[in-house]
């Protein structure tokens, strides 16, 4: 499966963006899908996943809970990442990924498939 992202950029702390991802190639409801992101200088992390279903299992790191929402829309094969409240370090590469197969909760790189090129997210104060 490729996928493309789209959305990114800067915004000030406080405001929002919105990622898409784009999946094309193979049939996307058979991948759980999730959204990973790389600050300068740190290791890659996970950010949200969600189940392979539109409106399904959705799983957070703590630190975004209630500021980010990952969803998915099977007939448009895209996943989203809605980002609401940023925060200075929200900084960062995101990239989506997807998993053929069973939803892993807390994914690491390594359980994840295919991936996206990554999205640049500045947050500024």
């Known amino acids: 499966v490729q996928l493309v992202q789209s959305g990114g950029g800067l915004v000030q702390a406080g405001g929002s963006l919105r990622l898409s991802c784009a999946a094309s190639?193979?049939?996307?409801?058979?991948?759980?899908m999730a959204w990973f992101r790389q600050a300068p200088g740190k290791e890659r992390e996970f950010v949200a996943a969600?189940?392979?279903?539109?409106?399904?299992?959705?799983y957070y790191r703590d630190s975004v809970k209630g500021r980010f929402t990952i969803s998915r829309d099977n007939a448009e094969n895209t996943v989203y990442l809605q980002m609401n409240k940023l925060k200075l370090e929200d900084t960062a590469v995101y990239y989506c990924?997807?998993?053929?197969?069973?939803?892993?909760?807390?994914?690491?790189?390594?359980?994840?498939?295919?991936w996206g090129k990554g999205a640049l997210v500045t947050v500024s104060d």
């Open positions: 990924a997807a998993r053929n197969g069973l939803t892993v909760a807390i994914p690491t790189q390594n359980d994840m498939d295919y």
């Open positions: 190639g193979s049939t996307f409801s058979t991948y759980a």
């Open positions: 969600i189940s392979r279903r539109s409106g399904g299992v959705t």
